[in-house]
């Protein structure tokens, strides 16, 4: 399969790609690892005249913590981050969601940019920034500016990101605690049929912070405030975690696909929310 | 569009090639550069068969395109042995059967080479999570995983090193 022709350019540091990008306008797209764009492209359903490689930025591909906040550069790779071992002792929900991206192969190219910043509800990313209540800095002509992940996420495709802008790095404190993130999917590779990233703190049998998040089971990830305010204020135990499960379920929009029922997705997901729920207490 | 020219460094040997921006790197090698050992199998970034290495990592060459690759060292199945001095894992995958077609066998040594590198002293799940981005039709895994597993073995007692 042959994607439609373009021009490449490989700036070498971010002000000359935001600059790039100003001069060029919607005829461009910036490539990260390229594993979701390379695809639609083949398939057309991308079509840019010109590619903005961001492979030769070596600012763009660091993990800095200090002072209890982590600052991820958006063209780590999941790969990078998986071997991390100081981000493991930081965060180490973000390991264990990494490892259920994709493939090795993908992993090895595919950024923690490009993953958040696509905007596709498969992705795994966007829903763990969620519950992480993570930053997102991005770079345009006029300058940085942030969003929070709990604002970026639009629509399917669609972000907070304006089309002259470039997500630089994504920041969040570092977290101790229980965590997990459960997914539910067919095979290696596939996307989530449901899937869900959960962060809880003990303090003695009570629960000093949740916080819950969900991906692939509405046009956008899903912060689950209430869900997890039920868990921060009346503590993890069955009664609720089935009340959190019940309102993180009517928040949810599944659609009919080759994933299965929206029925059945429903079901998947009250399992897998409530499994991550108790394994992320467990860990507490 | 005008081509451009792209030098690379593919099994140790320094080689040029004119490629428009939109040929991806597996056209490039197979096509240009007739280096025929990694396949293309689904060209959509599933099956593995055009797994070569670029700069020690595992990547599907059909994910790539040639002008990415400006500049970087590439190793293909041609780079790791030859039929007068197989390497371990292409031992190892004839001795346990890890073949039956052969298609995805570039790709998943490739892989499994790179796998190896990195953890030389695998479990089975190791092995089975390492090479999942590379699809086989035929063995049912089992067999390649023994290769695999075998090879570790071979290389950890420094008998036959490659």
Redesign the interface.
Same mark, same amino acid.
């Given at each position: 399969?042959?994607?439609?022709?373009?021009?490449?350019h490989q700036p070498s540091s971010l002000p000359e790609a935001v600059a790039l990008l100003s001069k060029l306008g919607d005829d461009a797209r910036v490539i990260a690892g390229?594993?979701s764009l390379?695809?639609s492209m083949?398939l057309r359903l991308a079509m840019p005249e010109h590619?903005i490689?961001l492979?030769g930025i070596g600012e763009l591909k660091n993990i800095q913590i200090s002072g209890g906040e982590v600052r991820i550069g958006a063209m780590t790779t999941q790969?990078e981050l998986i071997a991390s071992e100081a981000l493991y002792k930081s965060a180490p929900i973000i390991r264990e969601t990494a490892l259920q991206i994709?493939?090795?192969?993908?992993r090895?190219?595919g950024t923690i940019g490009g993953n958040v910043a696509n905007g596709d509800p498969g992705n795994d990313m966007p829903a763990l920034m969620q519950c992480l209540d993570a930053n997102f800095v991005l770079q345009g002509p006029d300058g940085e500016r942030v969003v929070k992940a709990r604002e970026f996420y639009e629509a399917a495709y669609f972000t907070a990101r304006d089309d002259l802008e470039i997500l630089s790095e994504i920041r969040f404190s570092e977290c101790s605690g229980g965590f997990a993130y459960g997914k539910q999917k067919r095979k290696?590779?596939d996307y989530a049929t449901a899937a869900a990233a959960v962060l809880l703190t003990k303090d003695g049998n009570n629960c000093s912070h949740a916080s819950i998040a969900l991906t692939n089971l509405a046009d956008t990830p899903l912060y689950c405030e209430e869900a997890s305010a039920m868990l921060q204020n009346g503590g993890v135990n069955d009664e609720n975690i089935a009340a959190a499960v019940t309102s993180a379920m009517a928040q949810i929009e599944p659609v009919d696909d080759n994933r299965g029922p929206a029925e059945f997705k429903k079901h998947a997901a009250s399992i897998v929310l409530a499994s991550a729920i108790r394994d992320a207490w467990a860990r507490a | 569009?005008s081509k451009?020219t792209i030098t690379l460094n593919v099994n140790g040997k320094s080689v040029a090639a004119e490629a #428009?921006?939109?040929e991806?790197l597996i056209h490039v090698l197979r096509e240009q550069l007739e280096i025929t050992g990694p396949h293309i199998g689904c #060209?959509?970034?599933?099956c593995?068969a055009c797994?070569v290495d670029i700069d020690g990592?595992?990547?599907?060459s059909c994910?790539?395109?040639a002008?990415?690759a400006q500049g970087k060292e590439i190793t293909t199945i041609e780079g790791l042995g030859n039929p007068d001095k197989l390497h371990v894992l292409q031992e190892k995958f004839r001795e346990h059967h890890g073949l039956q077609c052969g298609y995805c066998t570039p790709g998943m040594i490739t892989?499994a080479h790179r796998?190896l590198e990195e953890n030389p002293n695998p479990t089975e799940e190791d092995v089975r999570?390492?090479?999942?981005?590379n699809l086989c039709r035929c063995t049912g895994y089992q067999n390649i995983v023994k290769a695999v597993l075998a090879a570790a073995e071979e290389l950890k007692q420094g008998e036959n090193v490659a």
């Open positions: 399969m042959i994607t439609g022709n373009f021009e490449y390229g594993h390379i695809p083949k590619l490689d492979q790969a994709a493939d090795p192969q993908v090895y190219m290696i590779g | 569009m451009q #428009e921006s939109r991806l #060209e959509t970034s599933h593995g797994t990592m595992s990547v599907k994910t790539v395109f002008v990415q892989r796998l999570f390492g090479i999942a981005g």
